[in-house]
């Protein structure tokens, strides 16, 4: 679909003799070029619907899973290397920061393609409970971290049981 259509006043709009005479026409198509020109060749960021990597720094996604006995994140970090990145835990903030810096080069003949990627990132995760910190444990293999982090013993009762005692009289409200 063209960007065209997604504007109300251009998607109705019907183009003639008169459409053409019209004294804001001319800015209209230079506003109409303006943005088209803007948005060539970028992606939208995924909140969009579209990749974030042209669009602005690179984030390593994660995924939070959590059970009756501890915290996992597993977090995505394709091409670094465990020297790349660390991960500190302070209270029940988990840290990931680090670099990436990675090249591609293709040659083909007299063609010459090369893209760079390079870039701090930092991410912070709020943990939903307290964890064992002495007992935190992580562990790197194939571009995948994963961090596996032991709820303390309070957090691992959970919820309990309130009992709930009904009174006869009203006289003791």
């Not at 804001?24 to 974030?52: I, K, N, T």
């Not at 910190?133 to 303390?152: F, I, N, Q, R, W």
Request: charge should be negative; aromatic fraction near 8%; proline fraction near 5%.
């Amino acid at each position: 679909m063209a960007r065209a259509r997604l504007i109300p006043w251009r998607r109705d709009r019907e183009v003639g003799a008169v459409g053409r005479a019209h004294p804001f026409f001319a800015f209209w198509e230079d506003m109409d070029r303006l943005f088209e020109e803007l948005w060539q060749g970028l992606e939208f960021v995924p909140a969009l619907g579209g990749a974030a990597e042209s669009v602005g720094p690179w984030t390593p996604r994660i995924t939070l899973s959590e059970t009756d006995s501890q915290i996992r994140v597993d977090v995505e970090l394709p091409g670094l290397t465990e020297k790349d990145f660390e991960v500190a835990l302070e209270g029940a903030l988990l840290t990931l920061k680090g670099e990436k810096r990675s090249e591609h080069e293709a040659k083909g003949g007299e063609l010459r393609h090369v893209e760079r990627t390079y870039g701090r990132f930092e991410r912070t995760i709020k943990l939903p409970c307290e964890v064992e910190a002495d007992k935190v444990s992580a562990s790197y293999k194939h571009g995948l971290l994963s961090v596996t982090l032991p709820k303390v013993d309070a957090a691992k009762r959970g919820a309990r049981q309130i009992e709930v005692r009904s009174s006869s009289s009203s006289a003791d409200l």
